[in-house]
């Protein structure tokens, strides 16, 4: 089995300790909080602590640590369980800034340790329908592709409490709601060229986004279309991920991104199309991400190899929104670079 100890005892943690009670491989042996309140549901049934050095000095037999703080403590905590050489699953997103996503992957290499984060919408069904098809070279090049996130947060969620909207430990609405978008946009499109962005705060009183929209220039040539609110009345409206090429066209969409509202790909015909549409309808969510991302890291430590979510691929959504943010607050166009992993305004 591979120990796993949760820091941060949120609520997205509880996903990671079902995760890890549901998948094989994976035990539970220690949570941590600064918070004791909130570690009393676990007294007893696994070791407690409030302090995170404690445990990893104490808890000896603990392989991977899982970081599920506010975003903007991710990159201190993680370089402290980096030095103590556990391997880490970060929640997303892996930090707020380009530079420290950077450091934490450096810190975890230095370290010989392995590091994972957390973007399970990679997992769904029809996602991962979709991404067999692009690999197989049925869209043929590529014209352009289109997310959008269009749903509700009201005042009441960034009241909850109080890190939530700030700059320093949480980001708005691309950081926070729209990088999982944002993830498979890079993850089905490639590596970004350059940006050009607007954001704004509509109705929210929060220090960051309830809105933004970019255009994005791939390096393939291909562009990106990006739609992220959370102002939308009265509840969440649809999150949608759309992709053009020469010989296909697709679009997921629906509340969750999780059903194929067009597949529209030569060769494929229509009996094939509903026999695909019924098979993601009985089954739209599939096996939860986090249980996908613990299973994997589990066996990654077993087997000795990188996870399939790496560090690399958590930089890459948090790099785009730091140019898309940019952007949106010079007017410019931001070009990025992919080797020494900066932008620069145009």
């Not at 809105?211 to 969440?236: D, H, M, Q, R, W």
């Not at 299973?295 to 979510?309: G, N, Q, T, W």
């Not at 958590?314 to 010079?330: C, F, H, K, W, Y």
Request: some cysteine.
């Amino acid at each position: 089995m591979t120990n796993f100890a949760v820091v941060g005892m949120g609520f997205i943690a509880q996903k990671h300790i079902k995760a890890i009670e549901d998948a094989p491989h994976a035990n539970l042996v220690a949570v941590c909080d600064t918070n004791p309140e909130r570690l009393k549901e676990y007294e007893g049934k696994v070791n407690t602590y409030t302090d995170l050095e404690e445990m990893l000095k104490n808890q000896e037999d603990l392989d991977v640590v899982n970081i599920c703080t506010p975003s903007g403590l991710h990159a201190p905590l993680a370089d402290i369980v980096a030095r103590y050489k556990k391997h880490m699953v970060m929640e997303k997103p892996m930090s707020l800034t380009t530079e420290d996503s950077e450091k934490i992957i450096q810190s975890a290499k230095e370290n010989g340790i392995k590091l994972a984060v957390v973007h399970p919408n990679r997992f769904r069904p029809v996602i991962q329908l979709l991404r067999k098809e692009m690999d197989s070279g049925s869209f043929g090049k590529l014209s352009h592709a289109n997310v959008t996130v269009r749903w509700n947060r009201g005042q009441e969620y960034y009241d909850q409490a109080p890190w939530r909207g700030t700059k320093k430990f949480d980001g708005g609405v691309l950081m926070n709601q729209a990088i999982h978008n944002l993830d498979l946009l890079l993850w089905f499109m490639g590596p970004v060229k350059s940006v050009q962005a607007m954001a704004t705060t509509r109705f929210r009183k929060i220090e960051t986004e309830d809105l933004a929209a970019g255009v994005v220039e791939f390096e393939s040539g291909a562009l990106g279309i990006i739609e992220a609110a959370t102002t939308i009345y009265p509840k969440n409206l649809e999150e949608s991920l759309s992709i053009f090429g020469e010989t296909a066209s697709v679009k997921i969409s629906g509340r969750n991104a999780n059903f194929i509202e067009t597949w529209d790909i030569e060769g494929v015909s229509e009996d094939e199309k509903n026999e695909l549409k019924q098979m993601i309808e009985a089954d739209p969510f599939g096996k939860p991400g986090h249980q996908w991302i613990i299973e994997d890291m589990a066996l990654a430590v077993k087997e000795d190899r990188d996870p399939v979510v790496t560090g690399e691929d958590g930089l890459a959504p948090v790099r785009l929104i730091n140019a898309l943010l940019e952007s949106a607050e010079t007017g410019k166009k931001v070009t990025l670079n992919k080797e020494m992993n900066v932008h620069g305004i145009q």
